[in-house]
């Protein structure tokens, strides 16, 4: 549903203001993932993980089933909601005139 939502704004912002959007959502999503992931404790487990998958890579071998999205235990953000946030932002930097 989040890509549906970003492809109905793409149809009514263009491409390049959807790249904006998108740029900002991103940003938006880090930032609400850093909050959830030090509201649930979780910084060590997380900071191993990213190690984990950094040496996944490094060594070209799939990190596992542990690390993955799928996992139970994988904390997840919705995407709609930073894509929405954003969307919000934008429109306020494009009504203030704010570069």
Do not use: C, E, Y
């Not at 993932?33 to 996944?56: D, E, F, Y």
Request: no cysteine; charged share 10%.
């Amino acid at each position: 549903g989040d890509w549906k939502l970003v492809g109905a704004l793409g149809a009514f912002l263009g491409p390049g203001n959807l790249l904006n959007v998108l740029l900002i959502a991103v940003l938006v999503a880090g930032i609400m993932a850093v909050i959830l992931v030090i509201w649930k404790g979780r910084v060590r487990q997380t900071l191993q993980n990213m190690l984990h998958i950094l040496g996944s890579f490094f060594s070209l071998h799939l990190p596992g089933p542990t690390v993955s999205l799928d996992s139970k235990d994988a904390l997840k953000i919705p995407f709609g909601v930073a894509v929405t946030i954003a969307v919000i932002v934008f429109s306020v930097r494009q009504f203030w005139g704010i570069a």
